[in-house]
Each structure stands twice: as structure tokens, then as C-alpha cells.
């Protein structure tokens, strides 16, 4: 009965413009009704999932999808209920406060205001002339749109070309701001707080990619009305857009993936189809070996995720992977009392294939891989407002510090 409920939204979508749209909050009382919204969540075009794990789900509608879902859920006695009648309002709100807050700040770039992506290659740069001895940026790549893609790679000047990395990437997914907004954030800490965190750099670099969907990411920045993006920006068929998380050959297409165009997780027409995703793809691999840590920021909802991603199969050092990610848990729960939740990834949510940290993991040799995934704040729960950016970086940089140092302590 559920497959042929699914089938009747199967439809064409176009981006969207958001006018008219909400978002409902589902509360599922079983694993049964859980499975069956995941089912529905890869089965369709007309309903956004924007939070979906096994107890928490969020979905962005239309009021024409709002209509068929609700009858739908109603039909299953599924509990819901609308937690924001107007999406177009608040990214209207966030945008006038973000340029208001980018134009008159005086905090640092990154806690002060969501800024471009042409001002953060500008800053990066500005960096590595102010500290050349220890900061080196890269132009590693162009988006489809030919922005160019960077890496940061921050050291302690000392010259060894021996050392271990720590990766750390971010905006992957366009809509999630908070997302290199923590980025920049580390970058800050290494370079600019340098004394206070020289401990880090001693026997490791750092490479930071601060914006992997630059093309998203910039079209979600360019009206209220595309907010909430999340795909790359190449054209397929009817719709627009990859999601790049799903796009990575290492168990391509396994599950938690779509080959619809028009879905959100749309994993491309074969591996690796989008430019983003070969600049990730070469930059990890040239660091094939070296890379004890890589770390993938996204957001939202407070998790601590790693291998694998692709099924519920535990990686032969989970319980490296657990002792690091649970140093980040506690760090951040004795500073703000936050819980995050640590995991297998397809054990705690749902499995996801061609996704960046089992590929930099499995294929790139990364002794640990990390997705953490960041505190949901805002309306819509992955955008925390401008004017909360500078408390939710100070928060996530101490999980970030805290699992540094135990992969540091373990592979000195």
C-alpha cells in the first residue's frame, strides 16, 4: 500500500521560490512509521526532508505538497504539526539582518555576519600575506560556474614537510551557512590565535576547505527566495543541481541515494560528476596516507557521526573513531551542556552512500573520519541567526579542539 502511495508524488519540481512554503515537524512513534518517511524522503520530488533522522524529521512543502502530506501522514496516523507558516518571511528577516550586521560589525570576518564566497578567498589570501611563513593558500579547482575552489593549509613554520594532516571541509550542502562560517572559524584559531593553539601545529598541519558548493552556496546568498537551496549548480534534464554528498565513489548509489533529478539527493548521472566533488576527490587523494584526521562540517541537529555511511557496517577501528568523536561530546557538553549524539552514521540516522567522510576514509586512507554535524538553531533549524554565528562557532570549536587533541595524543 505504501509503494503505491509513494508513487503518486512522483513529479516534476523546480527550485524553490519559497513563496508559500512551511515546514512540518513529524513526530513518528515507531521504527515502523520511521522507515516509512525515509521510504517517502527518497521516493519523491515534492516534499524537501530538511532534518531526517529516526525520531526528528522536518519537511519543507509547498502548499500544494503541504495539502498531499498531510493527508498522507493524517491517513497513517502519523503526529505532525506546522512549525513555520512562512519560510519566504524569515529568509527575507535573516537576509536584511545579515547585511545590516556585515555592513556595521566589528567582529572578525566569519563570527560577525554569513559572508560571501569571494570574501572569504580574499581573507584567506590576506592571511597568507600577513603570515607567510606559516599560512599557504592554493587555488585547487573551479566550480561549475568557474569560482575558484581553495585550500588553506596552516603550519607552525617550522619547514617539515613530513607531518600528518588534519582536514577540515565545509559548504558542502548551500543552504547550511553555519557550516563555513565554523570553518573560517578554525581558521581563526590556527592562524590568528597562534600561540594559544601552536600545540596543534607542532607535528601537524592543517588544511581547511572552506567552501566546497561555492555555486550553492552563493545562490542561496543571491534572493531570500532561493534560502534554501542545497545541490550544486549543473544542470540535469528538468532540475538543477547535484547533491555532492551523495556524488563520491566509494560505494556509489548503494542506498540513501536517488537517481531522480529533481530530488535532493540526487546523487548525479555517475561518481564524481560534479567539478566540486573531483577538487575534493584530488585534494584528498594527493594527501593519501597523511590525513589522521578529516573532519566534514555540516548542519543541523548535533551529531557526531563516522563510518561507514553507506550500511550499517562498523569500520575495523570503531572504536578509535568512537573515542575521538566521544572527546568532542564531552568537551562541548561541559562547556554549554549540549548533547550531541555519536555514531555509526547509517546506525544512528539512515545509510547514505558516496558521501565525502566514508570516501576520504576508505579510499583516501583517513585514520579517522568525522561528519559533525552542527546545532540546529533559527526557524527552519540549520540557520542560526547572524547575530548568533560568533556563540555557535565558540561552542562547535571546542568539540573541534577537543577531538584534535585526541588524535594527536593517539598519533603523535
Known sequence: MWAKLLCIFLTFSSAFALKGYKILEIYPKNEN?????????????????????????????????????????????????????????????????????CVFSKERLGTDCYRSHGEINDWIEELQQKYPERVFVKQVGFSYEHRELKTITITNGDGRKDKKVIFVD??????????????????????????????????????????INADGYEYTRSSPANRMWRKTRQPYKTCTGVDPNRNFDFMYGFAGTSTLTCMETYRGPQPFSEPETVVLRDVLLSLKGKISFYLTLHSHGAYLLYPYGYDRI???????????????????????????????????????????????????????????????????????????????????????????????EKYN
Open 314 to 408: 562498523l569500520a575495523p577501528n570503531t572504536n578509535e573513531l568512537e573515542d575521538v568523536a566521544q572527546a568532542g561530546f564531552n568537551a562541548i557538553y561541559n562547556y554549554s551542556k549540549r548533547e550531541y549524539q555519536v555514531g555509526n552514521a547509517a546506525i544512528l540516522l539512515y545509510p547514505a552512500a558516496g558521501a565525502s567522510d566514508d570516501y576520504a576514509y576508505a579510499v583516501a586512507d583517513a585514520r579517522i573520519a568525522i561528519t559533525m554535524e552542527l546545532p540546529s538553531g533559527g526557524k527552519k533549524g540549520f540557520d542560526p541567526p547572524p547575530s548568533d554565528i560568533k556563540s555557535y562557532v565558540e561552542e562547535s570549536w571546542v568539540g573541534i579542539l577537543a577531538m584534535a587533541k585526541k588524535v594527536i
Open 170 to 211: 565545509s559548504g558542502m550542502h548551500a543552504r547550511e551557512w553555519i557550516s563555513p562560517s565554523t570553518g573560517i572559524y578554525v581558521i581563526q584559531q590556527l592562524v590568528e590565535n597562534f600561540e594559544e593553539n601552536k600545540a596543534l601545529l607542532e607535528n601537524f598541519d592543517w588544511i581547511v576547505m572552506p567552501i
Open 33 to 101: 512509521e520511521s522507515d516509512f518517511l525515509h521510504k517517502l524522503s527518497q521516493n519523491n520530488d515534492k516534499f524537501d526532508f530538511i532534518k531526517l533522522t529516526k525520531s526528528e524529521i522536518q519537511v519543507l512543502v509547498s502548499h500544494e505538497s503541504h495539502v498531499l502530506i498531510t493527508k498522507l501522514l493524517t491517513k497513517n496516523r502519523i503526529n505532525y504539526e506546522t512549525v513555520n507558516y512562512d519560510v519566504l518571511a524569515d529568509a527575507i528577516e535573516e537576509s536584511k539582518e545579515n547585511e545590516h550586521l
